[in-house]
């Protein structure tokens, strides 16, 4: 009895008593988060749900704000914006920063993309995206279809070669040619 009770006291502590293993084929989970722009804060936020049906979302989820990795992973989806904008593919990148910080990044580094704040980690825990360890977001990228399907994960999304990166563009022009 102790060891059972031991056990859920670290699924309790770990965050993965709730938590369940998302799959390809799963439908997302909805959120709602508020968000930045270069040009923009929306304390209001943005709704999954609202999103479904109109685009294919990229959701990115990322450790901070302004550090190099992530500074990269962003650059490369700023780069390829017209790209996926031409594929019908909406980037949202999520961290725990604050939108004010989302902000002031996205303007100094001209995306054009929204920043959404998960300054709690519901969402990136939501997504199993969160790494209660470090206190920060894991970087992983799901692809979700205009129906609400998740049809790619990628857990370990890297910046340190283009090889993630282009895997997701393929991903997303394989999914635009069964249109």
Request: overall charge neutral.
């Amino acid at each position: 009895m102790k060891i059972i009770l031991l056990y859920i006291m670290v699924l309790l502590i770990t965050g993965n008593f709730w938590s369940q293993e998302l799959n390809v084929g799963n439908n997302a989970p909805d959120f709602r988060l508020p968000y930045a722009t270069k040009d923009t804060i929306d304390n209001n936020g943005i709704q999954l749900s609202d999103l479904i049906g109109k685009k294919i979302i990229v959701l990115a989820f990322y450790p901070a704000d302004w550090s190099p990795g992530c500074t990269n992973q962003m650059c490369s989806f700023r780069d390829e914006y017209e790209n996926f904008n031409n594929l019908n593919a909406e980037v949202l990148g999520i961290s725990g920063d604050y939108v004010w910080s989302h902000h002031n990044w996205a303007k100094s580094q001209n995306y054009q993309f929204k920043l959404l704040s998960d300054h709690n980690h519901q969402v990136a825990q939501l997504y199993n995206s969160y790494n209660p360890t470090t206190g920060y977001n894991k970087r992983t990228i799901f692809v979700i279809d205009k129906i609400g399907k998740i049809v790619y994960i990628d857990w370990k999304y890297s910046t340190t070669n283009s090889i993630s990166f282009e895997k997701l563009k393929t991903i997303l022009n394989d999914l635009n040619k069964l249109k």
